[in-house]
């Protein structure tokens, strides 16, 4: 014949169990932590704060092995291109007084992307930057090919420019998240989400 069995169980807010099972309760909260919504929150923000960059994914590991890291593809914007580079040298000139700026207004006719070229990791040097197309020159300039011959020059030191952009926005990209996950699993976040939220707990820490 069925039985019906009542089993009573005490139950603890955190302010109430002791030091060790708080220290629990919170070690078990961080090692199931869902980073999701967070990391969503952070990569839309950062996207809608590049829109000189189409098409933007973002990748990345972390926040405790040596390779973590994060790294995007894209393509960047030529306006913004040149612009960011004509800030840049601020009207530093080549050999034979080219000025740069006439120079770099031909990257307009350039696709500048953002490539990835290892898959296994997301670090910033799991993608490079290209810069790929051919200059147009107005024939009746006279000084077409000294112009030429300048852009061609100035061209790899363009893209290494373009790619220090890059790493450094991968950087600011991988400590936003790693700051944003340290401030979510610090102990006094945690204690504060569990009190504002009523948690209880069994003795032991482990969530009723």
């Given at each position: ?13 955190f302010?109430e169990?002791t ?9 078990n ?6 980073f ?13 704060s590049?829109?000189h960059i ?10 405790w092995?040596?390779g973590?890291g994060?790294s995007f ?6 306006d ?5 580079l004509?800030?840049?040298y601020k ?6 007084n080219?000025?740069?700026e006439?120079i770099?207004?031909?990257l307009r006719?350039?696709d500048?992307?953002?490539e990835?070229?290892?898959?296994m ?7 490079n930057?290209?810069?790929?197309g051919?200059?147009e020159?107005s024939?009746h ?7 030429l011959?300048?852009f ?6 363009f ?22 996950y ?11 989400y ?7 707990f ?7």
């Open positions: 014949m069925p039985q019906t069995i009542i089993k009573k169980m005490t139950v603890y807010s302010n169990l030091e060790r099972s708080q220290e629990r309760a919170i070690q909260y961080c090692e199931s932590f869902d999701d919504f967070h990391q969503e929150y952070i990569i839309d923000d950062i996207k809608e590049c829109e189409e098409d933007m994914d973002v990748q990345y590991t972390g926040f092995s040596q973590d994060a593809t894209g393509t960047l914007d030529s913004w291109a040149i612009e960011f004509n800030n840049y009207g530093s000139t080549y050999p034979d080219v000025a740069l006439h770099v207004q031909h006719t350039f500048v992307s953002f990835r070229v290892n898959s990791y997301s670090h910033e040097n799991t993608c930057t290209e810069l790929c051919s200059p020159w024939l300039v006279e000084e077409s090919t000294r112009l011959e300048a061609e020059k100035a061209l790899p030191t893209t290494e420019v373009i790619d220090q952009y890059r790493r450094e926005l991968c950087h600011d990209i991988y400590e936003r998240l790693r700051d944003e340290n401030d979510c699993t610090t102990k006094e976040r945690i204690m504060e569990f009190t504002e939220n009523n948690f209880l069994e003795e032991d820490g482990s969530v009723y």
